[in-house]
């Protein structure tokens, strides 16, 4: 079975700071993989995906993420953050087959101080 | 390009009874999959329509059911509503089925079951 793994649940950083957000996935073959984010009270926005090829993606916004398929991670990274990138951030997997059934991990929520 | 749209965006329901909700796909999407959220937590996949049939369902009882229409629009009907129904119910649509392509949501119906 598919999972997802987000091993932080709240991260603060200063305006102007880098970024990065953890996604550890369990998957049986390569998988889809996919970042959201969702202010309070919204639904989900892609940010980024990867289905294959290069293992370094670029998204919205200013993020970018990296699959590493050694490690079964996909990190998000922003290099300086801004106050409006306070958000919850979701990690998700779907099967390579298709693209029924995302499974998503528990979020990251992210605060940005001054 | 009009994106995902759902009604209602918020709903107040006691134990017992029924709801349906409701959700446009983006235009030239014909697959439209719901996700539960409880709060505090990342999505649950509820099941996915495409061409108006069922095409794969997560872990939830038959009373949780659905119908997609010609124009691609979809419903999510839950009979019985528990106290643990209350969550925010997501609507996604992608192009097709079967092929790597991303989901995309909209802006969730927020149902509360008393």
């Known amino acids: 079975a598919q999972s997802v793994t987000q091993p932080d649940i709240h991260i603060t950083v200063s305006e102007g700071a880098s970024l990065e957000l953890r996604c550890n996935y369990s998957?049986?073959?390569?998988?889809?993989l996919f970042w959201y984010v969702q202010s309070p009270g919204q639904g989900l926005q892609l940010l980024l995906k990867?289905?294959?090829?290069?293992?370094l993606v670029q998204g919205i916004k200013g993020f970018e993420a990296e699959f590493k398929r050694s490690q079964s991670s996909f990190n998000l990274r922003k290099p300086s953050v801004h106050w409006s990138d306070a958000a919850e951030y979701f990690c998700?997997?779907?099967?390579?087959?298709?693209?029924?059934?995302?499974?998503f991990g528990t979020g990251t929520r992210l605060t940005i101080i001054p | 390009e009009t994106g995902v749209t759902q009604s209602p965006t918020h709903l107040i329901k006691t134990r017992g009874q029924q709801v349906t909700l409701r959700c446009s796909s983006q235009?030239?999407?014909?697959?439209v999959s719901w996700y539960q959220q409880a709060l505090g937590q990342g999505p649950q996949f509820i099941f996915q329509?495409?061409?108006?049939?069922?095409?794969g369902r997560g872990n939830f009882p038959p009373r949780f059911s659905g119908l997609q229409f010609p124009n691609y629009s979809s419903e999510l009907n839950v009979n019985a509503l528990e106290l643990d129904d209350s969550a925010l119910y997501l609507c996604?649509?992608?192009?097709?089925?079967?092929?790597?392509?991303?989901?995309?949501f909209g802006p969730g119906t927020r149902l509360l079951v008393l």
């Open positions: 235009s030239g999407h014909n697959t």
């Open positions: 996604a649509s992608s192009p097709t089925s079967g092929v790597p392509v991303a989901q995309y």
């Open positions: 990867y289905f294959s090829g290069d293992t």
């Open positions: 329509y495409y061409r108006e049939e069922e095409n």
């Open positions: 998957y049986g073959a390569t998988p889809y």
């Open positions: 998700a997997v779907g099967p390579n087959f298709g693209n029924e059934k995302l499974t």
